[in-house]
């Protein structure tokens, strides 16, 4: 079935360096790329997403790339702050499933003040 | 509008004893899923329903039922728990289709003895 690999699990960052997070996935069919945060004690909530027609997407701070070929995307937030502190999860769309997304397994990142 | 919101919040139960956890939403969504959230597992599917009256498995549906009478609600059975299933439940909804913004509830933290 499909494999989402997330690297790496746990990331610490000075405030104000930027923080990459990267995903792999093995369908090749997977045409549907969306990031979760989750905050401490909290539901995860939508922060970008992409689509496999895209190559790249920005959001103010947050932009996530996609190789297609190489089958990985990553998430980049510059300018980081204590607030990006959480754990982010990658996500694909698998025609095993239906469409349905297969999660990494997230990586915790802090971001020390 | 309250989104989407879980009921109960935290739950103990023995080993054998069945529950029910309840999902609401207000948003008129037609997708709504279940989801399983273990330490350094990322979130997998149990199930999901595609609309009022239709459920599908997911990724890990056994020891696992549910059911969607009505639109706004989707119900996640236990029927005999186990402490396997320990664990932290989350439900979303989505508006039109799978590869959408999912929108979670708060969720439900599981303590099976």
């Known amino acids: 079935g499909e494999n989402v690999e997330q690297h790496p699990s746990t990331l610490s960052v000075q405030e104000g360096d930027s923080a990459v997070i990267k995903c792999t996935y093995s369908?090749?069919?997977?045409?549907?790329f969306p990031w979760y945060k989750q905050e401490l004690g909290k539901r995860p909530q939508l922060i970008i997403d992409?689509?496999?027609?895209?190559g790249e997407k920005k959001d103010q701070r947050i932009a996530v790339t996609l190789n297609k070929t190489a089958k990985h995307f990553s998430l980049h937030i510059t300018e980081t702050q204590p607030e990006d502190s959480a754990v982010y999860f990658c996500?694909?769309?698998?025609?095993?499933?239906?469409?349905?997304?297969?999660f990494g397994k997230g990586t915790k990142l802090s971001v020390k003040p | 509008n309250a989104g989407v919101t879980q009921t109960p919040k935290f739950r103990v139960l023995k080993t054998g004893q069945s529950m029910t956890l309840l999902c609401a939403q207000d948003?008129?969504?037609?997708?709504m899923y279940w989801y399983r959230q273990d330490p350094g597992m990322g979130l997998r599917l149990i199930h999901y329903?595609?609309?009022?009256?239709?459920?599908a498995k997911g990724e890990v549906p056994d020891g696992y039922n549910v059911s969607r009478l009505k639109k706004q609600n989707f119900l996640l059975g236990l029927e005999s728990a186990a402490p396997s299933q320990t664990s932290v439940y989350f439900c979303?909804?989505?508006?039109?289709?799978?590869?959408?913004?999912?929108?979670f509830g708060p969720g439900t933290r599981l303590l099976v003895l």
């Open positions: 979303a909804s989505s508006y039109e289709r799978l590869q959408e913004t999912q929108y």
């Open positions: 369908d090749s069919a997977s045409n549907y």
């Open positions: 992409i689509r496999s027609n895209v």
């Open positions: 996500a694909a769309s698998w025609r095993g499933s239906q469409g349905n997304l297969i």
């Open positions: 948003m008129n969504h037609e997708y």
């Open positions: 329903s595609v609309g009022e009256g239709t459920t």
